[in-house]
């Protein structure tokens, strides 16, 4: 059972250009989490969806940034115009449910760099 | 109110000892209360977890501790071996209310001395 992948691993855009960033959840796995890591700081919450739904988009920038679950394929982060400030990990994970004790597996990151 | 502070910010132990991390939360809300551990170049992997119905939960080495009252809970890591050296987080959620959305403590970065 593999876990969950996001793709790819490095990404290098030029400031202005657009940045998509892809996560496949684990299997059965219907629920779907993006948080951002900045250097020497902790995980912050984006964006929470489900197939074909975005629950809770609190932590999404209120430009450039948009995230989608389609019914089939993986989640999509896509980031437009890109800046330098958006030079982070990008992290995603999936859990089974949201009920009590859900348990949240995570990608391995994008690390993404604008330059 | 959203937040959770977490202490040190980095920590050195020789092999053998114990490792203590701390994290303090304001939203009473909150039902769960995870650690993960990350490794440099990886993604963060759930460690240990604890409801706020028990005080305290042990898995091998690792402990949580969880003060209701204070707002306080803690990771014990005992009998530190360097392949603990890694990054950890606490964190937090509402789970009924929000799903598994998670709010992360800045992390501490352990280094374990042989």
């Known amino acids: 059972n593999a876990g969950v992948m996001q793709n790819p691993r490095h990404l290098v855009r030029r400031r202005g250009q657009e940045a998509r960033l892809r996560c496949s959840p684990m299997?059965?796995?219907?629920?779907v989490y993006w948080y951002r890591q900045l250097p020497e700081e902790g995980l912050k919450f984006m964006v929470y969806?489900?197939?074909?739904?975005?629950?809770?988009e609190s932590g999404m920038p209120k430009e450039r940034f948009s995230a989608e679950f389609p019914k089939e394929g993986p989640s999509i982060l896509r980031i437009q115009q890109v800046v330098r400030g958006d030079s982070a990990a990008y992290f995603c994970?999936?859990?089974?449910?949201?009920?009590?004790?859900?348990?949240?597996?995570f990608g391995q990151g994008t690390r993404l760099t604008v330059v | 109110q959203q937040q959770v502070k977490q202490s040190p910010q980095s920590l050195i132990v020789q092999k053998g000892g114990i490792s203590i991390i701390n994290c303090a939360y304001e939203?009473?809300?909150?039902?769960?209360f995870p650690w993960y551990q990350q490794f440099p170049g990886k993604g963060p992997a759930l460690l240990i977890a604890?409801?706020?119905?028990?005080s305290e939960k042990k898995e091998g080495r690792f402990t949580i501790s969880f003060n209701k009252s204070a707002k306080q809970f803690s990771l014990h890591i005992m009998d530190s071996q360097p392949g603990d050296s890694a990054t950890y987080f606490c964190?937090?959620?509402?789970?009924?209310?929000?799903?598994?959305?998670?709010?992360f403590g800045q992390g501490t970065e352990l280094s374990v001395k042989p």
């Open positions: 994970a999936s859990s089974r449910y949201s009920g009590a004790g859900t348990e949240a597996f």
């Open positions: 299997k059965g796995h219907s629920h």
């Open positions: 969806l489900q197939k074909e739904n975005i629950i809770d």
């Open positions: 939203n009473t809300a909150f039902d769960y």
């Open positions: 604890i409801r706020p119905d028990v």
């Open positions: 964190a937090a959620s509402n789970v009924g209310n929000q799903g598994g959305k998670l709010i």
